[in-house]
């Protein structure tokens, strides 16, 4: 597994080209969309990034240590009892139930020093305050400066899909909250939300998906690639019409073919639905300049690739399985998932090797 740091960094600096005058943050949960929380951020730092998200504070904690002089926001709130660990390590919780805000109104008034971001829910129906409890909020100026937010936000739920009508709905309701809280800065974009356009930027865009190289919006990703995943031939063999491959013997060789086995699977985090049968088509991997289609199902350790058409396949040749000739987006498709799926669940067992920036 080869990350290059340049390209995410490159990224960043993309998005942040496209978000006219708000500011640019970086989404790093997940340990950094499975590339490394932490060269991610320090990579994502070098490049301007002042801004960070997180899910977990066990990630913010991770962070601190990374990027000491960083904005760390938590997205997933305030968890029962956590505010002096978060606010030791000067991170910023977003509160987004009215729960959390008493907790972390109590814990200020009691003398603890920190701020915390305000997360309303605009129809996504996941976290967030009600509007009628934003409105409560706004209509408390008390609670609000005990609160001490320094940031609104909210969270689209189809910007990947630009003409869906709940992207305008989403803004307008985003937009009648901040009316009713004016002062605090303002955050609705994710990554596809910055190709959304100007309305929908603010003061802060946070991109994720994007940094890495998947695609946020319809149609191919406009962004560098930055996971490369590899395997190794471990056998070439023949298999002759008729014959069977892998597991289920889901798919027959029509006629003669040139089977390489490569060392890797869905313990690897390659899913295993992305292999393919008689009935339907699965990935593909690219080996000596030419496309192989996968044979039969992935199995755990193990994957076959068709090589009939690639002269000179042999024992050790190492197989790009993602990357720049086989788009992430591209195997998650054939996998029946989302190339967010597949980044973040890439296993522990790749030999990882960053290129670009410091790390070259």
């Known amino acids: 597994m080869t990350v ?3 390209a995410l960094a490159g990224n960043w600096e993309a998005l942040a080209g496209r978000a006219d005058r708000a500011a640019t943050a970086a ?14 951020a320090q990579a994502l730092a070098e490049a301007g990034c002042q801004t960070f998200f997180v899910a977990l504070p066990e990630e913010g904690f991770r962070l601190r240590d990374a990027v000491r002089d960083a904005i760390i926001y938590v997205l997933d709130g305030l968890l029962p009892g956590t505010a002096d660990e978060i606010a030791d390590a000067k991170l910023r919780p977003v509160l987004g139930s009215w729960a959390e805000i008493e907790e972390w109104v109590e814990f200020r008034n009691a003398g603890g020093v920190g701020t915390a971001a305000i997360h309303v829910d605009t129809g996504m129906n996941r976290l967030g305050l009600t509007p009628t409890e934003a ?36 803004l307008a309701a985003f937009r009648a909250v901040r009316a009713l809280l004016p ?6 974009a994710n990554s596809a939300g ?54 289920g013997a889901t798919e027959t060789a029509r006629q003669a073919t040139r089977v390489a086995i490569l060392a890797a699977g869905y313990a690897d985090g390659y899913h ?30 193990l994957i076959a690739i068709d090589v009939s058409a690639i002269p000179g396949a042999e024992r050790g040749d190492w197989v790009e399985m993602i990357g720049p000739n086989v788009p992430v987006d591209e195997v998650a498709h054939h996998a029946g998932t989302i190339g967010y799926e597949l980044l973040t669940g890439l296993g522990r067992r790749y030999a990882r090797t960053y290129i670009g920036g410091n790390a070259s």
């Open 4 to 6: 290059d740091l340049g």
């Open 27 to 40: 989404v790093v949960k997940g340990d950094g969309y499975g590339i490394g929380l932490e060269p991610a």
């Open 135 to 170: 409105r409560r909020l706004a209509q408390t100026p008390e609670l609000l400066e005990a609160i001490a937010p320094d940031l609104l936000m909210s969270h689209l739920a189809v910007a990947d899909t630009p003409d869906h009508p709940l992207n305008r709905k989403q």
């Open 183 to 188: 002062d605090i800065p303002a955050s609705l």
């Open 194 to 247: 910055i190709h959304l356009g100007f309305d929908y930027h603010f003061d802060l865009v946070r991109p994720g998906i994007a940094l890495y190289g998947g695609a946020s919006i319809e149609g191919a990703s406009p962004m560098r690639p930055v996971v490369t995943v590899e395997a190794r031939i471990l056998q070439v063999r023949d298999v002759r019409p008729g014959e069977t491959v892998g597991y």
């Open 272 to 301: 295993r639905l992305a292999g393919s049968s008689d009935r339907r088509a699965g990935a593909r991997a690219f080996l000596h300049g030419r496309h192989a289609p996968l044979i039969g199902r992935v199995s755990m350790d």
